[in-house]
C-alpha cells in the first residue's frame, strides 16, 4: 500500500502559531495534496547552526517525507518574534531578525537541495501581529 502526499512544512514549534497556522493550512492552496510537518524550534534553524547529529536527524526526516511520500514541495516557515532565534542573537530590530532568518532559509534550502535537487523550496514569513499570536500575517518570501 502506498500513500502519498505533495508538500512538507518545515515550521517553528511556537505554540502561538498553532491556531492560525492551523486556518492557513485549511485556507491556502499551498498545501494542495496533503502535506507533512516537521515542527522544531526556529523551523529549519537546525539545519543551518545545529551539530553535524543533528543536521543528519533533521535531513533524515526530509528524506522519508520526499522518499516515501515523495512530497514534490517544501515549504519552510518562520516567524517573527522566535524564541530559539532569540536564544541565539540579540537584534535591534525586527527588520534585522527577519534578515537573519531569512538568510538562513536559504541557506537550508542549499542544504535541501544538494541532497534533493528535485523538490521545490518556498519561504513564508509568519509576522505575528500581538505576542500571542492571535493574528498573524503570512507573506511569500
Ligand atoms: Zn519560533
Redesign the pocket.
Known sequence: MSHTCKNLLIR???FR?NKEVRKWIAESDLFEGGLDIISL???SKDLIDGSKEVKNNFLKHIGVSVDLHQVKKIIIF??S?????AQDYQFSSPEEEKEKQLEDMKKAKEIILEKYPEVEVVFIWGELKDEEGEEIEFEIL
Not at 518574534?81 to 532565534?85: F, H, I, R, S, V
Open positions: 517553528c514549534m511556537d502559531l524550534a526556529g523551523a518562520n516567524h518574534d522566535c524564541g530559539a532565534y
